[in-house]
């Protein structure tokens, strides 16, 4: 009998990330991830996601946190594991395309602040607006990761993927991510993906799914028996529904098979026991939803993410057209081929699910287009894999003439402007890169920022004023 060769599988840990990003809004504090930071470090992570993302926004937003001061004390507690964040091409963190100035320098920052891995992904798969974020890691002697946006459709063949792959492969990422973000990728189609990757390339394939649609451990198992070397997970209080398979869970299934992770069970299991108090917490505040927590198989049916899906009934509730559901459910999938057919990840989905929102309750289609709309149609955020719509493509931008060109060749440096205009508030180098982002918002705390430290100030005054009784 032949020997069976011993591989076993890596975990990448997103509870300090993806995991609260599917589950709480983002909302989990730099305060609540720190006293467990230890021992996570002690587990033997392949690396932990623990940045980028909506966490970016959501702490400067809704935290009153500077990101960048998370980094940096993640990065110290953090001794022996990678950090890794998510990174959205030419987009950044944000939801439009910047200049390549603003591209390099985000990534140098992210690097030098303490990220290890960039998990690099456009929202088309327009490999065109990956390459800025790549080579400037590259330079940085970082790990690029690019990601392919998973999804279903005639255009997305065996082939289109093991294409796609090479050519990032070419392009000089060290590793390749399958992002499934809807739960899409079911178990034999993951052999079947995996397996073709492998014939393809080199470099180590990691899988990332979400449990929205139920199927996402059974697709993790057949994915590493075909070759996956890296597989994505939560710790199990924030785990399932609409978040990743339980990291606990994974590394029981493979313990005395070739794939075992080695990872400790009972380590694992002190950390969880840390994590549960605030999943109680989140949900006696409603924070964490009940419904982000089950299977919803309409992932499958309608391939819309969850998260999309929970977006459309808040629309049309607001609307007073919560009747229309299941025909909004029915055009998104239209609105989809008309745009060229991309994946449904951010801001595509968004893109894509507000536009047969308002085609639906129109009574008419394209009636109402939003802006993103247009300028999606308009070629701003990229080549598509198939073609646009001419007709819908036509009544929706007239004889705006589409760019074929990567849209950032079309955006002049933006660095040195933007550190003119915000240069009242600078106390940092990555204070201008907070404030391309998120204008308004960066804004916002800064002026939270100085009012903190001019409280502290006054604090500190009248205790040096205070006269002490000899």
């Not at 550190?419 to 002026?447: C, G, H, N, R």
């Amino acid at each position: 009998m032949a020997e069976i060769t011993k591989k076993p599988i890596k975990i990448t840990e997103t509870i300090l990330r993806d995991a609260h990003q599917s589950l709480i809004a983002t909302r989990m504090t730099t305060e609540q991830m720190l006293p467990i930071i230890d021992k996570m470090d002690q587990v033997g992570y392949h690396a932990v996601e623990c940045w980028g993302g909506a966490t970016f926004d959501a702490s400067l937003r809704f935290l009153k946190e500077d990101p960048w001061e998370r980094l940096r004390k993640l990065r110290d507690g953090f001794k022996n594991t990678k950090l890794q964040m998510l990174f959205r091409g030419q987009n950044i963190l944000g939801y439009n395309h910047y200049a390549d100035d603003v591209v390099e320098y985000f990534v140098q920052k992210s690097l030098a602040n303490g990220i290890d891995i960039i998990r690099i992904f456009d929202c088309l798969n327009d490999i065109r607006n990956l390459e800025t974020a790549v080579k400037a890691a590259n330079k940085e002697n970082g790990h690029a990761q690019i990601a392919l946006s998973y999804t279903l459709g005639d255009a997305y063949t065996m082939d289109y993927w093991k294409d796609i792959a090479k050519k990032i492969e070419d392009m000089g990422a060290k590793s390749l991510c399958i992002k499934d973000m809807a739960g899409l990728l079911t178990p034999y189609q993951a052999t079947e993906l995996v397996t073709a990757l492998k014939e393809s390339v080199e470099i180590p394939i990691d899988l990332h799914t979400h449990y929205t649609s139920g199927v996402a451990a059974m697709t993790y198992m057949k994915a590493v028996e075909a070759g996956c070397d890296i597989i994505d997970t939560a710790m199990s209080p924030f785990a399932l529904g609409t978040s990743q398979p339980a990291t606990e869970v994974m590394v029981e299934t493979f313990r005395g098979t070739p794939y075992d992770t080695g990872l400790d069970q009972n380590l694992l299991s002190e950390i969880a026991e840390y994590f549960r108090p605030l999943r109680e917490e989140a949900l006696a505040s409603g924070l964490m939803n009940t419904k982000v927590l089950g299977v919803d198989i309409n992932t499958l049916r309608y391939q819309v993410p969850g998260g999309m899906l929970s977006n459309l009934v808040s629309q049309l509730k607001e609307m007073g057209q919560e009747d229309k559901y299941e025909a909004v459910l029915a055009e998104v999938p239209r609105v989809r081929q008309d745009f060229g057919e991309p994946p449904l990840v951010t801001p595509s989905s968004q893109i894509v699910g507000t536009q047969a929102v308002l085609n639906v309750v129109a009574g008419e289609r394209y009636k109402m287009v939003t802006k993103e709309s247009k300028k999606l149609l308009a070629g701003e955020f990229g080549q598509t894999v198939k073609p646009f719509n001419s007709e819908v493509q036509k009544k929706c931008i007239g004889d705006t003439e589409p760019i074929t060109c990567r849209p950032a060749d079309l955006i002049e440096p933006q660095l040195k402007k933007l550190e003119a205009e915000m240069s009242q508030w600078k106390e940092q180098d990555e204070d201008i890169l907070s404030y391309a982002l998120f204008p308004q918002v960066a804004t916002d705390f800064f002026k939270y920022r100085e009012a903190q430290k001019t409280k502290v100030d006054a604090t500190l005054a009248d205790k040096e004023n205070q006269v002490y009784p000899v």
